[in-house]
């Protein structure tokens, strides 16, 4: 009988091929999450700085663009609908991408509609188009911080969370920064779209925007690298959709009840107080309204809980309960919170103060404090990173936050100082394509060095800040317990905003801008008792 056959022999691949191979997707995957990164945070600054500096330029009140700040709370309740993201996947695009490119698309729409709205004929509608807007990026960034999380290795994870901050601050520099320069018609500062000689409307920068969110979309649905399917949905999920209608239900109901009961209440309470004052009757209207977002806000969040719990939000509820088991849960909420509440104080209404009480120029704010600032802000991030190496998580977290509060005072210098008193310099001419200026342009050097120092400390802060959010998550729950915490950390941009339309108007911008620096002050105080705690979770430097 003859033997058989031998088995034919593997085709063997040499390890220079599979370094190769290993390098490339791994280039892509970096690639992929810059690319996301980009299209993170190009929505922000349309409902925060940069809406700010176009409502300004329409005249509106500083007490009025501080309310408006409020268009942002879908960013400090994107947790209630993320567990919804980690349950169910659109069809045909897969697992995250389905989700993705409908939030993105959704965006290119909603940011056309408020380009074809005048904000100042009509406030409203404006309003609730950037509150659209506001949602649906948030909503992005729940599918792109999970996606990131399920496509990159652990290895790679700490070079593309760098790469995912430098994408969503170039987002920035072009959304806050260049957007402003493009807008300012005495500097004849323009994109190459627009013809020279002639500065960019704000309706142009939102439709151009929205023609970036349409190539993000177009991206995501060729370009992005597919991820492992879930397992089928079952009945807990179901239970999630229930859960996700009542917290809903339950915060409908709290708004109907705030504008209905709170608001009068707070009409008659307040009324009779502020009548005798020099306040403005403008002002003491946004004061009563202040009043009724408050007690709403004690109203509807305690509502909203009782709704997730009887409709039993599953996978809701167990990550909040994973998170709160931990010791010292509900003091770190406090911290995250308090962490950047002196800053969110003073930036929360940076723009109108430096284009309307300082009067710089749309160019000189554009120039300084978007570009030049917020590549500040990546070198200072850049900076704390490095320096944490060696200073541990505790030291940097409190030594970051000093600089931060000491960072508050420069804005009450310059409020106090005026523009002129430190020599500038000139931005010379220049024409790069996208964006051209005719003729140089000159910097103040006050504000200069005022932001400089701001977004250095605000960088380190920040790096800090991120690597304790990273050491409170559970790995099982990452998902809902990033989006409680870092929801969390939005509030303070959030919600200040009112407060502190009011007071600058109340107090003046000297006194504001004193506030806002003792505001940093508890922060400070809680990391000073939480130094063991923090301490624990710091990793062990040896192994590091």
Known sequence: MSASPPPPRPVATSPAALSQGHLLLR???????????????????????????????????????????????PYTFKFLWAPLMDRFDLPWLGRRRGWLVLSQLALAGALLAMAATPPKHAVQAFALLAVLVAFLSATQDVVIDAYGTDLLPGAERGMGSSLKVLGYRLAMILSGGVALIWTDP???????????????????????????????????????PRLPEPPPSDGVARQD?????????????????????????????????????????????????????????????????????????????????????QPGAWAFLAFVVLYKLGDAFAGSLMTPFLLKSMAYGSAEVGVVNKVIGLWLTIGGALLGGALMLRLGLWRALFLFG????????????????????????????????????????????????????????????TAAFVAFLMSLTSQRFSATQYALLSA?????????????????ESIGWPTFFLVSTAAALPALAMIWRLRATVQALEPDAARA
């Not at 922000?44 to 663009?65: F, K, N, P, R």
């Not at 994109?191 to 920068?205: D, T």
């Not at 969390?488 to 600058?504: E, K, N, Q």
């Open 27 to 73: 280039s892509w995957r970096f690639a992929v999450v810059l690319v996301l990164g980009f299209a993170s945070g190009l929505p922000l600054a349309l409902t925060g700085q940069a809406m700010q500096a176009w409502l300004s330029l329409e005249g509106i009140d500083v007490a009025t663009i501080g309310f408006l700040s409020l268009v942002g709370l």
């Open 186 to 224: 005495a500097n004849a500062l323009v994109g190459a779209a627009a013809g020279a000689g002639a500065a960019w409307s704000w309706p142009q920068v939102y439709r151009l925007m929205a023609l970036i969110m349409l190539g993000a979309a177009a991206l995501s649905a060729v370009a992005l």
């Open 241 to 325: 959709v229930i859960g996700f209608a009542a917290v809903v239900a339950a915060v409908a109901v709290g708004y109907l009840v705030t504008d209905r009961a709170f608001g009068p209440a707070a009409s008659a309470l307040l009324g009779p107080l502020l009548e005798g004052t020099a306040l403005t009757p403008l002002l003491r209207q946004r004061w009563t309204d202040l009043l009724a977002l408050l007690a709403g806000i004690a109203f509807t969040l305690p509502l909203a809980a009782w709704a997730a719990r009887r409709a039993r939000f599953a996978t809701l509820l167990s990550g909040l309960a994973n998170y709160f088991a």
């Open 402 to 461: 000093l600089l931060q509060a000491a960072s508050n005072l420069g804005f009450w210098w310059l409020a106090v100082n005026g523009r002129g008193v430190l020599p500038g310099l000139t931005v010379p001419a220049f024409d790069w394509g996208v964006l051209h200026l005719a003729q140089p342009t000159a910097v103040d050097g006050g504000l200069l060095m005022v932001i400089a120092f701001e977004n250095l400390s605000g960088g380190m802060g």
């Open 488 to 504: 969390f950390a939005s509030v303070g941009r959030v919600w200040v905003g009112p407060l502190a339309g009011v007071l600058a």
